[in-house]
């Protein structure tokens, strides 16, 4: 069997607080991101894009920020619910490829 | 709309099995994409069509495996033979093409024995 797995870096927040998940991409010349929520036996979920022409974009309780300079991206949740709990994936595209997925990282919320 | 439908969801095969996993994108996508996912390795893409065409395969593990769009709504992906290797959960998604974004099915979990 497998013995050694991806290790994913985890966050773990209170319930209530903000979460900030980071995500360092690797193309300078990607112009379009995608931050996708996996949720245990499920498929990746759409959360939130943003194309690089823009530096911050809000949703409903999400924001994500683009810092093109230093190849950053962050995924920021307000009030974390225990329903946030998965793992967020940042996704970069360039000139309409195929999208490059990150590694991942884990949301555990504390009750 | 159904969003991307995914059959089986689970399939459990013995090695040397051929294994055949469908796909129905979105109605109106035009892109769709085959992702493989495991412990090890995360999310890989393994290969992507637009308009039906096969764009990029580099993501194929090897000549045991291949996919084929006959036409707008269905995909397969074949594994012939399997080997135990193969076990991950195996994502079909599709988009509007260009840099929109991708969705994602629900996955079908396959184990080679």
């Known amino acids: 069997g497998e013995s050694v797995g991806l290790h994913l870096p985890t966050l773990s927040v209170q319930e209530g607080d903000n979460s900030i998940i980071n995500c360092a991409y690797s193309?300078?010349?990607?112009?379009?991101f995608i931050w996708y929520k996996q949720e245990s036996g499920k498929g990746p979920q759409f959360i939130i894009d943003?194309?690089?022409?823009?530096d911050k974009r809000q949703g409903q309780r999400v924001t994500v920020l683009l810092n093109k300079t230093v190849k950053h991206l962050s995924l920021q949740i307000a009030a974390t619910q225990p329903g946030d709990s998965a793992v967020y994936f940042c996704a970069e595209n360039m000139y309409g490829q195929n999208f490059v997925f990150g590694p991942g990282t884990r949301l555990s919320v504390l009750p | 709309d159904a969003g991307v439908i995914q059959s089986p969801r689970h399939e459990v095969t013995e090695m040397g099995q051929e294994v055949t996993l469908r796909c129905k994108p979105i109605s109106g996508h035009n892109s769709l994409f085959w992702y493989r996912q495991t412990m090890m390795r995360g999310l890989e893409l393994l290969i992507y069509?637009?308009?039906?065409?096969?764009?990029?395969d580099s993501g194929m593990p090897e000549d045991r495996f291949s996919a084929k769009m006959p036409n707008a709504s269905f995909s397969t992906l074949k594994i012939q033979p399997s080997e135990p290797r193969d076990s991950a959960v195996y994502f079909c998604a599709s988009s509007l093409g260009g840099a929109s974004g991708e969705f994602f099915g629900p996955g079908t979990r396959l184990t080679v024995l």
């Open positions: 943003i194309r690089s022409n823009m």
């Open positions: 193309n300078s010349a990607s112009d379009y």
């Open positions: 069509f637009n308009n039906n065409v096969p764009i990029d």
